[in-house]
């Protein structure tokens, strides 16, 4: 059950990271036009991926054991336990807290221009900081991790 959980999450990031790229490339694009409603929608299926990725990692974390770690001595000097147990955690809790607030504070725009700029700002920031914590082969220590 894990592996299965294990795949799908390394699966959907591919899928968070394509509509994350896409909607920033969208919102850059039309930026002088005005906000369509396809651009809202993308913009709320990229939340939407952002959520069922943080379900599918939380599930992920506490089946691992990573939840019950924290605490424990030798953790934090130890780079890929800190890693999963607190840098990918709070990492990527803050980029699906600025998808969030990207979505919710585009809706609220008033402007074409300002909903093309906060959802540029808002998702840029999620897309800088997941790639931030995305736990990729050449760091040292993550060869073997998550990559199929």
Known sequence: MITGFQHMHSALRWVVL???VVTLVK????????FTSGQGKLGLFTMISMHIQLVLGL?????KGWMSMLGQPGVMQNTVMR????????GMLLAILFGTLGHSLVKRAQTDEMKHKRQLRYFGLALL???ASIP???RPGFEAYGWF
């Open 129 to 131: 900081i997941i790639v």
């Open 83 to 90: 890693f999963f147990t607190v840098e990918h955690l709070v």
């Open 27 to 34: 919102a850059w694009q039309n930026r002088n036009n005005t």
């Open 59 to 63: 599930a992920l974390y506490m089946m």
């Open 18 to 20: 394509a509509l994350l």
């Open 136 to 138: 990729w082969p050449f």
